[in-house]
């Protein structure tokens, strides 16, 4: 009995907790729209927050902003290195060192008060911005988790797995298994493990990071072009420094095909070299940038709604939270599926690579 | 289009920070980690084909000790088969021998008593001779002449005394 109305208070609690969290994310969402007075601009707050920013903002306080302000740090051709926190920027109302913040870049402003092309041209901007935080964060929890794990691993050898390392063990064999082996084959897969691991893990635990709607969490860090661009260049550097001669021939002269032909076929096959890494980046953005996309614009019908009628607003909010709920969910799908596709694609593009005759 | 334009900021942090989690991960996670899995399966492997094998001679133990076990019978048998005849092939054998030997001893006894019998006799014909001379010759001492024939009567009617 006792257990049972622990099990229904904690249920409870949990349910206010959600209810909290969703409170937050909703509260998040309003605030870092633009509050101008011509009203609730949906496409501009999901962009908003979609796109990386220089400080993290936390929520709107009657007309006051609240945000954790980050490191910024830029290196001019002229003026040199410059490093200062971003509440000198006052929420891009004020100009510190001729640098203002402008719709989340770092304009250069002139003598004239005037924003100078020129000079903002020899910006290069190394802020720790929103993502590079999050990245910096996501890289902690991995190396705490995984060197802990392993400390366990090399301690208690023999031994069956316990508590977090009995969740992430079958995640690993999986990889090892899965991915690695039935990809690359039995002999090489070992090779390139410890890369597959690191990037099925980075991206699963970002795509998580990235669905929780507060600080830490709430950065669009896989969704941001850079971050698969690193990665799929990487994939694509080891792909072609593992090539074996069998691999180049059948690209740049495939055997048993005529000469006429290849001068069509050559091309192509180039061009998918390239190409493959590409596609492997762009699915990684598209996936979580439009599952962002998607939930931020249910939480926008809500005050679209609400702009016409408080009743409205509140009418269609049952409904947009049942919708959010459902595509949180269906994100949490999408967050190991895109992990287990990048990786399972690029250990396929490996396995290619080193395939023999 | 600012959404797939990648900001030089990130890119540099990205760069950096995955190589380095690259490194740091695969010295000091997944090398431990992924050792220690391998070794882990190869043990279970291990003691799983040991237990196969140690099954497999505890059947043959088994089988060894049955057929061991049936041989001891057999010969525990046979042994006490042979023994029984050995002990039977003695006992009449001994009983053979004391018969023969009682058989010896009793003729030997028997001769022994023929012969003190004969002797016995001899000596008792003797001293009978002597008494009945010396009886005689008491008697006869006053009829004194007619010794000799007396004599002979003795001998006579002694030698009619057949004692055996």
């Keep these: 009995m006792s257990q049972l109305k622990t099990i229904r208070s904690l249920k409870k609690r949990t349910n206010i907790l959600v209810l909290v969290f969703m409170f937050l994310f909703v509260q998040n969402a309003f605030s870092a729209g633009p509050s101008g ?33 980050l490191p910024i740090i830029i290196f001019h051709e002229e003026k040199g290195l410059d490093i200062f926190m971003s509440t000198k920027f006052n929420h891009g109302k004020s100009v510190y060192n001729n640098y203002k913040l402008d719709h989340g870049k770092i304009v250069f402003i002139g003598d004239g008060g005037q924003v100078d092309n020129i000079q903002t041209s020899m910006i290069w901007d190394f802020s720790i911005t929103k993502n590079v935080f999050s990245l910096l964060f996501s890289i902690l929890i991995l190396l705490s988790i995984f060197i802990t794990i392993s400390r366990r691993y090399k301690n208690k050898k023999n031994q069956p797995p316990k508590g977090i390392q009995s969740l992430l063990e079958p995640i690993i064999i999986f990889v090892r298994d899965d991915i690695a082996k039935s990809a690359i084959g039995e002999k090489h897969h ?12 980075f991206i699963f635990l970002n795509n998580l990071l990235g669905l929780v709607p507060f600080f830490p969490g709430g950065a669009n860090l896989t969704g941001n072009i850079a971050v698969p661009m690193v990665l799929a260049s990487l994939v694509f550097i080891i792909t072609t420094l593992s090539g074996t001669k069998y691999y180049w021939k059948h690209i740049f002269a495939m055997p048993g095909v005529p000469k006429p032909v290849l001068l069509i076929l050559t091309p192509i096959e180039i061009i998918g070299v390239l190409l493959k890494p590409l596609v492997l980046m762009i699915r990684l953005f598209a996936n979580i940038t439009a599952g962002h996309i998607i939930i931020l614009s249910f939480f926008s019908m809500i005050f679209i709604f609400g702009e016409m009628h408080p009743a409205a607003g509140y009418g269609v909010s049952v409904f947009s939270g049942l919708f959010v709920l459902f595509m949180m969910t269906l994100e949490l799908l999408v967050a190991f599926l895109q992990a287990y596709v990048f990786t399972l694609l690029a250990a396929m593009y490996f396995g290619a690579a080193l395939e023999e005759h | 289009m600012e959404l797939v334009k990648p900001d030089i900021g990130l890119l540099f942090w990205m760069t950096i920070c995955f190589f380095m989690l690259l490194i740091i991960m695969r010295r000091f996670a997944w090398g431990p980690i992924l050792s220690a899995l391998n070794e882990r399966e190869k043990g279970i492997q291990d003691a799983l084909n040991s237990a196969e094998k140690a099954r497999e001679e ?3 133990i088994k089988q060894n000790q049955e057929h061991l076990e049936k041989e001891a019978r057999a010969q525990r048998e046979a042994l006490i088969l042979e023994s029984k005849k050995f002990v039977e092939d003695y006992k009449s054998e001994q009983k053979k021998r004391i018969d023969l030997e009682m058989e010896k001893r009793l003729s030997s006894v028997q001769e022994a008593i023929q012969r003190e019998k004969q002797s016995a006799v001899e000596s008792i014909k003797k001293s009978v001779a002597v008494l009945s001379v010396e009886i005689a010759e008491k008697i006869l001492e006053k009829k004194l002449e007619e010794s000799s024939i007396q004599q002979d009567i003795i001998n006579k009617s002694l030698e009619n005394l057949d004692i055996k």
């Design chain 2, 58 to 60: 505890i059947n043959s």
């Design chain 1, 37 to 69: 007075k011509d009203g609730f601009d949906a496409g501009q707050m999901i962009l908003h927050h979609i796109y990386d920013s220089h400080e993290w903002h936390v929520f709107d306080w009657k007309g006051k902003s609240y945000s954790i302000p």
């Design chain 1, 190 to 201: 070992e090779k390139y493990l410890s890369f597959l691991l690191t990037v099925f893990f």
